[in-house]
């Protein structure tokens, strides 16, 4: 099969390169699951940028600086922030409403999230990436050069040797419902998230294990900053509902089993630290022996219902309630390191570009800014499309097909044991607080499960492997550090604090 551009992933990044990208050719959105459990449709805080005049792409800047722990790229912290605004009125013309001070036509309702010096994180109630989503998914899909492909699993990049001798790669290796097909592209755009779900207690959906980066590393391209995992301080105990920053940025405080603010005294601005120091500071009262903080929604300035409908509503249906104190704790929650891109997505590979959650921009450094996220899936995705669409090849010449792989590859093979163990080693191990011990002991496990074989008679097998390989990255990348930094703290060294 032959289209003129792949996009591997249907989440805000995904969409906004397919979108741009069939302005000129034929694509395929190809998306290993459905529209409601991908990571964009979770998000819940909303999406960070200037739209105040009491706000600046310059403070945006120092706070994404800031929280990036000092290693952040500063010139794709500059594109982000610069060209967001513009990203936002894209969206606006795919028909997201973003709630407003008072109706149709007055300034933005913006709210305040953590290490933000000013309020810039527009939003659609409490669900803004479902409505985000929803709009985008709607036209793109409506597109006629587009075509999207749901249960679509890509288990392997097809590439070769190239110009200069340089990688390219040429098309995918993918089952779709079970069935294996050969697809070649000009380009291919790698969209597919990050690896959050690496890790047993998460707030990212099922499936989200790094697959992506495992399909890029496999290719020969050059994988960064593994170790720097970013974990949100307040999953609602018990579950995956994730209660946002927002909450926090509208009054509301974190306590401990004793009732003491766990934030005083640790950072100045208390709950809204960055949030590398406030999930820290609450892993330490958990590691004391506390199975979980409260989050005293007491003190919000908002009415609950109002503000927070979804939040209001799942409290509700689960036996929670909302108006007093929720039992949350840390999780994992976003992946700064991935696939090495430029500023245009271009990975090591030619004609493989990488965007949202699985590159590594370096726009989040250590530590991600809150909100950061959404905009930098719409700020280099439509940068990757718009580099394509002026500097991609004109056709793609292809080397014979690929038949290692068999014909139909069954969903499942009873590796529901495995996947579970190796999300609890990399939660032991790799997680707020890491040792060089344990590190070195997961290392070991995870070589050892490598050695049992090349899992490949199903999906799930196949997954089993990326996962490993990416565990592999994190770990590592994890032991070369030298010192504490953001979202990375080993026992080893000096607290940042």
Request: hydrophobic content about 40%; proline content about 3%.
């Given at each position: 099969?032959d289209?003129?551009?792949i996009?591997?992933?249907?989440?805000?990044?995904?969409?906004?390169?397919a979108?741009?990208?069939?302005?000129?050719?034929?694509?395929?959105?190809?998306?290993?699951?459905?529209?409601?459990?991908?990571?964009?449709?979770?998000?819940k805080?909303?999406?960070?940028?200037v739209?105040?005049?009491?706000?600046?792409?310059?403070?945006?800047?120092?706070?994404?600086?800031?929280?990036?722990?000092?290693?952040c790229?500063?010139?794709?912290?500059?594109?982000?922030?610069?060209?967001?605004?513009?990203?936002?009125?894209?969206?606006?013309?795919?028909?997201?409403?973003?709630?407003r001070?008072?109706?149709?036509?007055?300034?933005?309702?913006?709210?305040?999230e953590?290490?933000?010096?000013?309020?810039?994180?527009?939003?659609v109630?409490?669900?803004?990436?479902?409505?985000?989503?929803?709009?985008?998914?709607?036209?793109?899909?409506?597109?006629?050069?587009?075509?999207?492909?749901?249960?679509?699993?890509?288990?392997?990049?097809l590439?070769?040797?190239?110009p200069?001798?340089?990688?390219?790669?040429y098309?995918?290796?993918?089952?779709?419902?079970?069935?294996?097909q050969?697809?070649?592209?000009?380009?291919i755009?790698?969209?597919?998230?990050g690896?959050?779900?690496?890790?047993?207690q998460?707030?990212?959906?099922?499936?989200?294990?790094?697959?992506?980066?495992?399909?890029?590393?496999?290719?020969?391209?050059?994988?960064?900053?593994m170790?720097?995992?970013?974990?949100?301080?307040t999953?609602?105990?018990?579950?995956?509902?994730?209660?946002?920053?927002?909450?926090?940025?509208?009054?509301?405080?974190?306590?401990d089993?004793s009732?003491?603010?766990?934030?005083?005294?640790?950072?100045?601005?208390?709950?809204?630290?960055?949030?590398?120091?406030v999930?820290?500071?609450?892993a330490?009262?958990?590691?004391?022996?506390?199975?979980?903080?409260?989050?005293?929604?007491?003190l919000?300035?908002?009415?609950?219902?109002?503000?927070?409908?979804?939040?209001?509503?799942?409290?509700?249906?689960n036996?929670?309630?909302?108006?007093?104190?929720?039992?949350?704790?840390p999780?994992?929650?976003?992946?700064?390191?991935g696939v090495?891109?430029?500023?245009?997505?271009?990975?090591?590979?030619?004609?493989?570009?990488?965007?949202?959650?699985?590159?590594?921009?370096?726009?989040?450094?250590?530590?991600?800014?809150?909100?950061?996220?959404?905009?930098?899936?719409?700020?280099?995705?439509?940068?990757?499309?718009?580099h394509?669409?002026?500097?991609?090849?004109?056709?793609?010449?292809?080397?014979?097909q690929?038949?290692?792989?068999?014909?139909?590859?069954?969903e499942a093979?009873?590796?529901?044991?495995?996947?579970k163990a190796?999300?609890?080693?990399i939660?032991?191990?790799?997680?707020?607080?890491?040792?060089?011990?344990?590190?070195?002991?997961?290392?070991d496990?995870?070589?050892?499960?490598?050695?049992?074989?090349?899992?490949?008679?199903?999906?799930?097998?196949w997954?089993?492997?990326?996962?490993?390989?990416?565990?592999?990255h994190?770990?590592?990348?994890?032991?070369?550090?030298?010192?504490?930094?953001?979202?990375?703290?080993?026992?080893?060294?000096?607290?940042?604090?």
């Amino acid at each position: 099969m032959d289209v003129d551009y792949i996009v591997v992933g249907a989440g805000i990044a995904g969409l906004t390169s397919a979108y741009e990208l069939a302005q000129q050719g034929s694509v395929w959105v190809l998306s290993k699951s459905s529209p409601a459990n991908i990571t964009t449709t979770w998000a819940k805080g909303g999406i960070a940028s200037v739209m105040s005049p009491v706000d600046s792409v310059a403070l945006h800047r120092e706070d994404t600086l800031i929280a990036g722990g000092g290693r952040c790229d500063p010139d794709k912290v500059d594109i982000l922030v610069r060209e967001g605004p513009a990203r936002i009125q894209d969206l606006v013309a795919m028909g997201v409403d973003f709630d407003r001070e008072s109706g149709q036509g007055s300034a933005y309702h913006l709210g305040r999230e953590a290490a933000h010096q000013r309020r810039r994180i527009l939003h659609v109630g409490d669900q803004t990436g479902h409505n985000v989503h929803k709009a985008m998914y709607r036209a793109v899909s409506q597109h006629n050069r587009v075509t999207m492909v749901d249960q679509a699993t890509v288990v392997e990049l097809l590439c070769e040797s190239g110009p200069n001798n340089k990688t390219r790669c040429y098309g995918c290796v993918v089952y779709i419902a079970g069935c294996r097909q050969h697809v070649y592209a000009k380009s291919i755009v790698l969209a597919t998230g990050g690896a959050a779900h690496m890790y047993a207690q998460t707030s990212a959906p099922e499936g989200c294990y790094g697959d992506g980066i495992g399909l890029a590393h496999r290719a020969g391209a050059k994988i960064r900053d593994m170790a720097f995992v970013q974990f949100h301080p307040t999953l609602l105990y018990g579950t995956n509902f994730l209660v946002s920053e927002v909450v926090r940025g509208e009054g509301a405080r974190l306590r401990d089993l004793s009732g003491d603010f766990i934030m005083d005294g640790v950072h100045p601005d208390r709950d809204l630290a960055p949030r590398d120091i406030v999930s820290r500071a609450v892993a330490k009262t958990l590691r004391a022996g506390s199975s979980h903080s409260w989050l005293d929604m007491t003190l919000c300035s908002v009415p609950i219902a109002r503000r927070f409908p979804a939040l209001h509503a799942y409290c509700i249906a689960n036996g929670f309630n909302p108006c007093s104190q929720l039992p949350v704790v840390p999780a994992a929650h976003y992946t700064m390191g991935g696939v090495q891109v430029n500023e245009n997505g271009e990975t090591t590979i030619s004609q493989l570009y990488a965007v949202g959650e699985v590159a590594n921009t370096g726009v989040h450094g250590a530590n991600r800014l809150a909100s950061n996220s959404l905009l930098e899936g719409l700020v280099f995705g439509y940068r990757a499309a718009r580099h394509i669409r002026t500097n991609g090849i004109e056709s793609n010449a292809v080397s014979s097909q690929d038949t290692k792989w068999p014909e139909r590859l069954p969903e499942a093979s009873g590796l529901d044991f495995k996947i579970k163990a190796i999300r609890k080693l990399i939660n032991e191990s790799v997680g707020i607080i890491r040792t060089r011990s344990e590190l070195i002991q997961a290392r070991d496990t995870v070589q050892q499960w490598q050695s049992q074989g090349n899992f490949k008679d199903s999906i799930q097998a196949w997954s089993v492997n990326m996962m490993l390989t990416v565990g592999m990255h994190m770990i590592d990348d994890s032991l070369a550090q030298t010192n504490n930094c953001g979202s990375f703290y080993s026992t080893e060294f000096k607290s940042p604090e």
